[in-house]
């Protein structure tokens, strides 16, 4: 008998291993390559729509994800992601079928209970918005254009648009390519430099490295959310994680994901 339970746990030796902040007090996740069936570049969990993996292996590591999280196929909203700033409401709460993105657009919130909204990355900052008053949640996904060009406060903005406070927001910033890895060129150092304070980093006569972190952090304060809590694993140096920029375009994305499920709802 033990040695059955033995051979089906080898054989399902892809567990998944989903990261969480601590503080955001809706279920949730960063999911990492782990756990999931596409081969190599693309392995393992890999949840892109627009990469050059098959499709069934995408769906297929979507199911498994969903079901580890018990999250019905149809209560997941995501987006065809353009690093814009428009942002999508989502109110789908169940099905069975995987859906099909909303739209183009590069934030998705929801305040139907049930409902799940996720963005996709690969080295780019996912951001997890929570508001326990207003119960709801959104996903944002924001790289660096989305950064210099308002994605976050496009989000914040469409939650306080419904009552959201912004000093009530949790904010969760998931894993994504660290200052030691996001090396730009001057032009891009250069609309940082105009739109943040210090997150910039010049180091002898080497190009300049960006925190997309501090950016992020000095949007979220400027906005009145103070309550932020960071996951800071650099997806190029961690190989835990998809890397676009390490692994030159050839790779696959993960998903950020919250649920609108909160506790008395
Ligand atoms: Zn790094």
């Known amino acids: 008998m033990t040695q059955i339970v033995?051979?089906?746990?080898?054989g399902c030796a892809a567990v998944l291993e989903i990261l969480r902040a601590s503080a955001l007090g809706v279920p949730h996740g960063f999911t990492t390559r782990a756990g999931g069936v596409s081969p190599a570049p693309f392995d393992a969990l890999n949840l892109g729509i627009n990469t050059a993996d098959a499709p069934e292996h995408v769906a297929r590591n979507t199911l498994r994800l969903l079901e580890h999280e018990r999250i019905a196929p149809g209560a997941l909203s995501t987006l065809e992601q353009v690093h814009g700033t428009v942002v999508h409401e989502a109110k789908a709460s169940g099905g069975t079928a995987l859906a099909a993105p909303?739209?183009?657009g590069d934030a998705v919130w929801?305040?139907?209970?049930?409902?799940?909204?996720?963005?996709?990355v690969a080295d780019c900052v996912p951001v997890l918005l929570v508001d326990p008053e207003g119960r709801r949640v959104a996903a944002v996904h924001a790289g660096w254009r989305g950064a210099v060009h308002g994605v976050l406060e496009a989000a914040i903005a469409a939650l306080k648009a419904r009552g959201t406070r912004p000093a009530a927001l949790r904010a969760a910033v998931g894993p994504h390519l660290l200052s030691c890895c996001f090396e730009v060129g001057d032009e891009v150092a250069e609309q940082f430099q105009a739109r943040f304070e210090r997150v910039v980093i010049r180091t002898g006569a080497g190009k300049p490295h960006v925190s997309l972190l501090g950016s992020v952090r000095q949007i979220l304060e400027g906005a009145g959310v103070t309550r932020v809590e960071a996951l800071e694993h650099c997806t190029s140096c961690d190989p835990r994680f998809f890397s676009h920029r390490r692994d030159r375009g050839q790779t696959g994305r993960h998903l950020a994901y919250v649920r609108c499920a909160f506790e008395g709802a």
């Open 6 to 10: 033995k051979r089906v746990l080898l």
């Open 102 to 104: 909303l739209g183009a």
């Open 110 to 120: 929801t305040e139907q209970p049930g409902a799940v909204v996720g963005v996709r």
